[in-house]
């Protein structure tokens, strides 16, 4: 398959990493990775706060930059529910075949399976947008279950929204912080050694707050997890 890496503007900025990790991944699955090199902001941040006016020239332009694809692989749920759920009020036509990874790797390439290693204890958030917006369900779980020499530990509280929400948490930041301060204690309850999650913006919220608290738990973006082999180790 031709796929497209819809890297987002976090993953681009701050968190390259699982860009790269998502490539080698699917490349390992047989997939031909290409990524255009125009792609921008989604419009998700403008939308979410309220200018619509301002989100529409970067949603047509997503449209444009990503048509003509197999796929077009999103290793975020936040984005990919703006992309696909929310173009169509901004009267734009979202690119065919839009997925959030695990939606992706599960639903297309039909694999749970992708041949990866990780031996750690690991924890799994389930993100708002991928919970509630794109409905993934058990899939991510499903993935890290089937990862060797990796145990899976349930999360208490897993559906409980970490704080974050963008620019909620600039907005409330009270309330943001304790939120995440509530989420963070679930997490030091499994006892895990890594929290994943399949959105880094989550993830930079609630490590961030572990980090403050010396808790020692790491945090990695789903695609970091499956990507890791015992040649190549995460």
């Known amino acids: 398959m031709r796929v497209a890496l819809f890297v ?8 390259p990493g699982t860009g790269r990790a998502t490539v080698r991944l699917l490349e390992r699955l047989g997939c031909t990775v290409e990524f255009p090199s125009a792609q921008t ?6 939308f979410n706060t ?10 047509r332009r997503v449209g444009e930059i990503f048509s003509g694809y197999d796929a077009v ?9 703006m992309v696909r759920e929310w173009y169509p009020s901004l009267g734009v036509e979202p690119p065919s075949g839009v997925y959030e990874l695990s939606e992706f790797l599960v639903d297309v390439l039909e694999v749970v399976d992708v041949g990866a290693y990780f031996p750690h204890t690991v ?16 899939r991510p779980e499903k993935l890290l279950s089937a990862v060797r020499g990796l145990k899976l530990l349930p999360l208490g509280g897993a559906e409980e929204c970490c704080g974050f929400g963008g620019t909620f948490s600039v907005k409330n930041p009270a309330v943001s912080a304790a939120m995440c301060t509530d989420k963070v204690r679930n997490v030091l309850d499994t006892g895990a050694e890594v929290l994943c999650a399949a959105d880094n913006s989550c993830l930079m919220h ?17 695609a970091q997890i499956l990507a ?6 995460a």
């Open 8 to 15: 987002t503007c976090v993953n681009d900025t701050l968190f």
């Open 41 to 46: 902001c989604c419009g998700q941040m403008h």
């Open 50 to 59: 309220g200018y619509r006016a301002d989100a529409e020239p970067l949603a």
């Open 73 to 81: 692989v999103m290793p975020s749920g936040s984005c990919a529910a």
């Open 123 to 138: 924890t799994y958030h389930p993100t708002c947008h991928s919970l509630r917006s794109l409905r993934v369900g058990s």
């Open 206 to 222: 609630i490590g961030g707050t572990m980090r403050r608290q010396r808790a020692g738990v790491r945090t990695m973006h789903l």
């Open 228 to 233: 890791s082999t015992e040649e190549e180790p």
